[in-house]
């Protein structure tokens, strides 16, 4: 039979996993294995920190995968062949891992993961966060408009969006950044909307309150994809630095 998913949107690991995972005594060996995508963001570290607070009492080991598919199978296998009792993976990518994550749930593992934006890849987990990226990258768009026309009013500067290609999520969210140099509201696919989402046409097209003038000038924007070796946010920064000195956003 078909379990029961949990669909959440943008809300926190900490207000779903003990829906299925009670806090019992801690067992020998490891009873939630977590795998996040790397160690360098704020984002997977503060779940790994998290996870551990949350279930103090019970025995909590976070790896990291270093965004390397591989490295995630292995660790995965690894927390299946130990026997415990959940296992949470922010995934570097899903359809990579779902032979990992069957297998999980066949031995009655509960599996919870983080962010998994795609259709048909229900029968792999027990619980999941999704959120929708585009729109995540145009509050980005919005939050360094604001900041830009707090700290930088009068200022010469270049806008530099950094982006990835390494999956779906990384593709929506680096698009919905970029919506700081569209004077209109637009959807993924580029299509006009309103602000409640809906296509319309040209001639009713909304604008856009994360447009960045700044952004619209000839030679001031840059798009930028992120070096395949660069894992820490400070050397990706120091890199945007050196090729643009200018950079104020």
Known sequence: MKSKKIWLANVSFMALIPT?????????????????TNSSTTLNIKIGEEIKSTFSSLKVDVQAADNNVAT???????????????????????????????????????????????????????AVTISDEFLLGSNIALLAKHWAESK??????????CYNEDNDDGKKRSAGTGMIKEPYLKNYAGEYIDATGNKVSEDKKVDNPAY?????????????????NITSGLDYMAEIKTLYPKTGV
């Open 72 to 126: 995630q199978k292995s660790q995965i296998t690894s927390f299946i062949n130990m026997g415990v009792k959940m296992i949470v993976v922010a995934p570097v990518q899903i359809e990579s891992i779902t032979t990992e994550l069957e297998n999980a749930r066949s031995k009655g593992i509960k599996v919870v993961v983080s962010k998994a934006n795609k259709e048909g890849y229900d029968n792999y987990y027990d």
């Open 152 to 161: 930088l009013a009068n200022e010469d500067y270049d806008v530099v969006v």
């Open 20 to 36: 299925l995972f009670g806090c019992g005594a801690a067992s020998s060996t490891v009873d939630i294995g977590v795998c996040l």
């Open 212 to 228: 960045l003038p700044q952004a619209a000038v000839e030679g001031k924007y840059h798009y930028h994809l992120q070096s395949v």
